[in-house]
């Protein structure tokens, strides 16, 4: 390196040492160096931790606006969309109780969503085989394609995001997701996938 010290190499335009060796010189007036690690960890600041809380509002929110003004075209919500992608995305049949455990709702709130889904000819009730005393719910022909058109509302922008994420970004996601369930929600979601055959 011809006319500098090899230790200018070190120091960025401005005369500071460089992103990594700042990074490990943090708290050297203590003489104290970070862990190899310590510098990925920042993302475990609470600021970046709030900033995880905006990105899941703001992204839950425009994600769901598309099948939200369909769903208010039709006189209804977010829970009835909840129980219509369950009931459709679950095993042939998925009883009563297995969608109350998914949804973490109580039976009350069970029935007034689901009532009209089945008035409305949306929503298919039978009673169980080998339990009599079980209703086993699944999606009409009409049913199947509210479903399908509120899914392909939603769908053009998981497609685009992660289009501009790429793989590694998705599997990261994933990742994220998968840790933000409690063991029971990761339990159901798991057996929801085995039933789907789209465990990764």
Do not use: C
Not at 3 to 29: C, F, H, W, Y
Request: glycine share 12%; net charge positive.
């Amino acid at each position: 390196m011809t006319g500098k010290n090899v230790s200018n190499t070190l120091t960025d335009r401005r005369g500071m040492p460089a992103m990594s060796e700042r990074a490990n010189r943090i708290g050297q007036g203590g003489g104290h160096r970070l862990p190899p690690n310590a510098a990925r960890m920042l993302f475990l600041r609470e600021e970046e931790l709030r900033l995880a809380q905006d990105l899941l509002f703001f992204g839950y929110r425009d994600f769901t606006d598309a099948a939200d003004r369909v769903l208010e075209s039709l006189g209804m919500g977010r829970a009835h969309h909840r129980v219509l992608h369950f009931v459709g995305r679950g095993a042939p049949g998925i009883t009563v109780g297995d969608l109350l455990a998914i949804l973490g709702i109580t039976k009350q709130s069970l029935g007034r969503t689901l009532q009209p889904l089945v008035a409305q000819g949306y929503v298919r009730q039978a009673t169980g085989r080998a339990d009599r005393r079980q209703r086993l719910l699944s999606l009409t022909e009409k049913g199947a394609e509210l479903e399908r058109r509120l899914f392909d509302a939603q769908r053009e922008w998981v497609q685009r995001a992660y289009r501009e994420a790429g793989p590694e970004a998705v599997e990261g996601f994933r990742a994220v997701m998968r840790g933000l369930m409690g063991p029971a929600a990761r339990a159901q979601f798991e057996a929801l996938e085995r039933a789907k055959g789209t465990v990764r």
